[in-house]
């Protein structure tokens, strides 16, 4: 099983929709992270969490809303989707402290496309 | 801020030859990470190679090496010896050494083709 679980891992919504991106990670990080994908903009920050009490925006976090709600989970949600939020959205998990060696460990990636 | 370019969209080489591929980084900052990244197909994120910025030493990880330039802020990723899995989208990234919640900073991409 992948240490880093994203669901769904395709999904097709309507303009208007609620959609929530779910992230469960097995590697004990306290560190996690949602990235957007889009061509030619390579991966961009949305939110990301030291723990469950510490959520921070990234670069593009208008439009989303995150809820971290255990140490192992950390979700994405669109409350009202709008078509250029079409993207492949990554989750990623990273260690703090004694043996951190930097890298982000990715999820198999969401691809939402709304219509 | 820091920001991190990859000015190359597309690259193409041919099976078993030698590729680099660029990557320039703009940062005020003497420690940090970098890294390069592989997206085949599957579009699982698999990371190739990391390299420590305050190591003058070039990090190898068998057929991968980059040369890190850190006074031109470059760090480019060469491929020898390139196989047909080889074929993916390549991002560099960067990420502080300070407490900024180690979050990576992405280049744009790079698509690598191999030919057979």
């Known amino acids: 099983d992948a240490d880093v679980t994203q669901t769904p891992r395709n999904r097709i919504t309507k303009t208007g929709k609620r959609i929530m991106l779910e992230c469960s990670q097995t590697?004990?990080?306290?560190?996690m992270y949602w990235y957007r994908q889009d061509p030619g903009l390579g991966l961009r920050l949305i939110y990301y969490s030291f723990d469950v009490k510490d959520i921070n925006k990234g670069e593009i976090s208008d439009g989303y809303s995150v809820s971290r709600q255990a140490q192992a989970k950390f979700s994405l949600s669109l409350e009202s989707a709008i078509p250029n939020q079409t993207a492949l959205y990554f989750c990623?998990?990273?260690?703090?402290?004694?043996?951190?060696?930097?890298?982000?460990?990715f999820g198999e990636g969401s691809r939402l496309t709304v219509l | 801020a820091q920001t991190v370019t990859q000015s190359q969209p597309e690259m193409s080489v041919q099976e078993a030859e030698t590729v680099t591929l660029s990557c320039t980084y703009d940062t005020s900052e003497s420690d940090y990470y970098l890294f390069w990244y592989k997206q085949p197909p599957s579009r699982q994120m698999i990371l190739v190679i990391r390299q420590e910025a305050y190591k003058q030493q070039n990090a190898t990880e068998n057929r991968f090496s980059v040369n890190f330039q850190k006074a031109a802020k470059s760090f480019s990723l060469k491929i020898s010896d390139s196989q047909l899995g080889d074929a993916a989208m390549y991002f560099c990234a960067y990420r502080s050494a300070n407490n900024q919640g180690g979050k990576l900073i992405f280049g744009q991409g790079t698509e690598l083709s191999v030919k057979p």
């Open positions: 590697k004990g990080h306290d560190r």
């Open positions: 990623a998990t990273s260690k703090q402290g004694a043996g951190n060696t930097g890298e982000l460990f």
